[in-house]
């Protein structure tokens, strides 16, 4: 049954992805020897239990060299064999959280949306969320598109909201955002429902804004003309 070699036999291998060493197993030495006498030897790969949302990826493995004493060895430098690792993170939740209050003339609402701590995606994330809250949308703050997306390998990503620089004397107010849904292709995402709730400050309570004036629009004089 077939030709087992008398001396070791040393066989250089190559990977390729998209599973990667170092990041989805443990990086290898890219060399096995098969022992005198033996007719094959194992290529381990230690699997890495990450964090990352990826799904199954595939690792392939072929034949770089391999050489036994003087006996010519032949192989297919175009044949590979794949295995496939088997990704344990099959969903995450995002929440929502105030990074900045926002105040006039120019100061900016920043919320934050988020995987839990060390989560990212291999893929993009695409979020959906409603504004609320006492200010308006389109004069208090800009008006928002209802959307967000976290980028591959992000863990969370801000949402700024641009504060308007109006003259009315309205106090502070609130704008809260709330995650409506969210999805990417390899794992399944779900959104925390409690809003996050930031502050906007009017720059008409400035006691320097709110000070009465007299003028005179025009003189009188006897007869019909008013002062």
Not at 73 to 96: C, I, K, M, R, Y
Not at 120 to 141: E, I, L
């Amino acid at each position: 049954g077939g030709y087992l070699p008398a001396e070791a036999t040393p066989v250089t291998y190559g990977l390729s992805g998209p599973a990667a060493a170092g990041t989805d197993f443990s990086a290898v030495s890219g060399t096995v020897q098969i022992p005198a006498g033996a007719g094959s030897a194992l290529i381990a790969l230690a699997v890495t239990d990450d964090q990352v949302l990826e799904g199954p990826e595939e690792v392939g493995i072929a034949l770089v060299s391999a050489s036994s004493g003087d006996i010519p060895l032949s192989f297919d430098p175009q044949a590979t064999v794949s295995a496939s690792v088997e990704d344990n993170d099959t969903g995450a939740a995002l929440s929502v959280a105030v990074q900045n209050n926002g105040s006039e003339p120019g100061t900016n609402l920043i919320f934050r949306i988020s995987f839990p701590p060390g989560v990212t995606s291999s893929v993009p994330t695409q979020v959906t969320y409603q504004a609320g809250g006492s200010a308006t949308g389109g004069a208090d703050y800009a008006a928002l598109s209802g959307t967000l997306v976290l980028p591959a390998g992000a863990n969370a990503a801000d949402l700024v909201v641009d504060v308007a620089d109006d003259t009315v004397f309205e106090g502070p107010e609130t704008v809260t955002i709330t995650l409506a849904a969210a999805a990417n292709t390899v794992a399944a995402i779900s959104v925390q429902g409690d809003p996050a709730e930031a502050v906007l400050t009017d720059d008409e309570e400035d006691p320097a804004t709110q000070v009465l004036t007299l003028s005179v629009l025009s003189d009188g004089a006897e007869g019909n003309s008013p002062v």
